[in-house]
């Protein structure tokens, strides 16, 4: 074969694996505008309202979130938050974060659903960091990112989120099951 014919097949060869890559997402990429019907548990994740997170402790009054009732959160530079206590994982300087409060009335398995792949942490009413229980995604073409599991005692808790690549993001806590 001749060294200008292979090298022109090894061009064309080079350019179908991008566009294969291309076709392969574009299955998988959700149509715009496109409704998806969500479990009753997460229906509250189609009507957020808006909510900005609080920087600090003395600003968690304003920072409350109703369980089953998805938030469009407006959060803060990472470097102004003052965390109560310091997220496993922070982010770095230019990333976002923030907290809120919620209340639990009853014991049991609450789920935490955002929009985004950020950090988050629940804190007990006595400030301790809460262990993770299971995680995953939301349904697919629905705009949950992640979803995390906490075994909660009532009380007020206190959700860190910390490590967000934008200053807005969706969240939803909800109690399964």
């Not at 291309?22 to 969500?38: F, N």
């Not at 230019?94 to 809120?100: E, I, M, N, T």
């Not at 910390?162 to 939803?172: R, S």
């Amino acid at each position: 074969m001749r060294p200008a014919l292979l090298i022109a097949c090894a061009g064309l060869a080079a350019l179908a694996v991008p566009v294969s890559a291309q076709q392969a997402a574009a299955e998988h990429a959700c149509p715009a505008g496109a409704s998806v019907e969500l479990p009753a548990d997460l229906a509250g994740w189609n009507a957020p309202q808006p909510l900005t997170a609080a920087k600090d402790a003395a600003g968690l009054d304003a920072a409350q979130l109703a369980l089953g009732q998805a938030a469009d959160a407006t959060l803060i530079r990472t470097a102004e938050v003052e965390y109560p206590v310091r997220p496993e994982r922070p982010g770095g300087s230019v990333s976002f974060g923030g907290l809120f409060r919620f209340d639990v009335a009853e014991a049991g398995t609450y789920r935490v659903a955002i929009g985004s792949a950020a950090w988050i942490d629940v804190l007990s009413p006595a400030n301790e960091r809460v262990q993770s229980g299971k995680f995953g995604h939301g349904p697919e073409c629905s705009g949950i990112r992640k979803m995390v599991e906490f075994a909660l005692t009532p009380g007020t808790h206190t959700l860190l989120i910390a490590a967000n690549g934008q200053a807005q993001m969706a969240v939803l806590i909800d109690r399964l099951p």
